[in-house]
């Protein structure tokens, strides 16, 4: 069985007995993918790497890498962002 800090444990406990979604109390990201076309993500801790092939984007989790061409980042805020151009593929990397 995988260990789970007390923290998390208690978190994952809480989120599921007051029905809260879990990316709220666990600060999980959340990536929602319109066509292949545009990527949105909530819950980001900033840009690790910007080029029009590849954006990394931290996470409290790790980071998600999002490949394609013409990738821009078309919105950004402290807690959310949106990337726009052809997207390839998305990865989530611990």
Do not use: F
Request: net charge negative.
């Amino acid at each position: 069985m995988l260990q789970i800090s007390a923290w998390r444990w208690l978190k994952e406990r809480l989120s599921g007995s007051l029905e809260l979604p879990q990316d709220v109390i666990m600060d999980l990201p959340k990536v929602i993918i319109t066509g292949g076309m545009q990527l949105q993500i909530e819950n980001h801790k900033g840009i690790l790497e910007y080029t029009p092939r590849c954006i990394r984007i931290a996470t409290a989790q790790g980071e998600v890498v999002v490949n394609g061409t013409r990738l821009r980042i078309h919105i950004i805020m402290p807690q959310e962002m949106a990337v726009a151009g052809c997207i390839d593929n998305v990865n989530i990397v611990d």
